[in-house]
């Protein structure tokens, strides 16, 4: 298994955003450090994700960065992603480790420690876990679990735990104080007057 960098940037392709764009800054700051996560609206079609997920597996390959695709694991078998990340609406983690196979990172979303032992069981190599805090980035969500929310999974399980929802770079030092191994992003780097800057501030927090 690949180890895993400490910065994942989820890609932004709700419309007037330029994840490539985002995606080029934060790698030339972050470099090995980062995973892309390519995730697109659920109205995309699968060939617009697959070019999307292409073109970003190709922009990571030169620095050693890594790239997933959330949610359709075909998407990232046929461009040659290191793996995928799953959540509750999913394949079950089970049958995503049967899909990616045993080598693959495959992330699966838990909020309780409860689910988080269940989904490493099955064959999650890493947890994504959250929200944390509020985000105006995904509707639907369940309310943020906070830090100590975070706690309480990172104290269950031996993979990674990667926090979001709503996190920037002042709330790494809490969230790794509370056993974050990384934290994964959309807004704090999408939205970012400078990517790549805001980019060193997050790795810069990260790995001090
Ligand atoms: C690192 C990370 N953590 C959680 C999620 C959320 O995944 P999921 O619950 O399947 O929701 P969608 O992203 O598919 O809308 C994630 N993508 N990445
Ligand atoms: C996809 C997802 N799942 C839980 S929070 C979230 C979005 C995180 O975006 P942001 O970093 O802008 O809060
Ligand atoms: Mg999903």
Known sequence: MPSLGRLHLITDTRPGRDPLAVVRAALS???????????????????EAYDLARRVAALCAPYGATCLVNDRLHVALAVGAAGG???????????ARRVLGPTAVL???????GTATEAVAAGASYLGVGPCHPTATKEGLPAPIGVT?????AGAVAVPVIAIGGVTASDVPALRAAGAYGV??????????DP?????????ALTC
């Open 29 to 47: 700051a972050a470099r090995t450090e980062l995973v892309v996560q390519v995730r697109v609206e659920d109205s995309a079609t699968d060939r």
């Open 85 to 95: 990340h799953i959540g509750a609406d999913d394949l079950p983690v089970e049958a």
């Open 107 to 113: 992330g699966a979303t838990a909020r309780e420690p």
């Open 149 to 153: 929310g975070v706690r309480a999974v």
């Open 184 to 193: 994964a992003v959309v807004g704090a780097l999408s939205g970012a007057a």
């Open 196 to 204: 790549a800057h805001a980019t060193t501030e997050l790795i810069a």
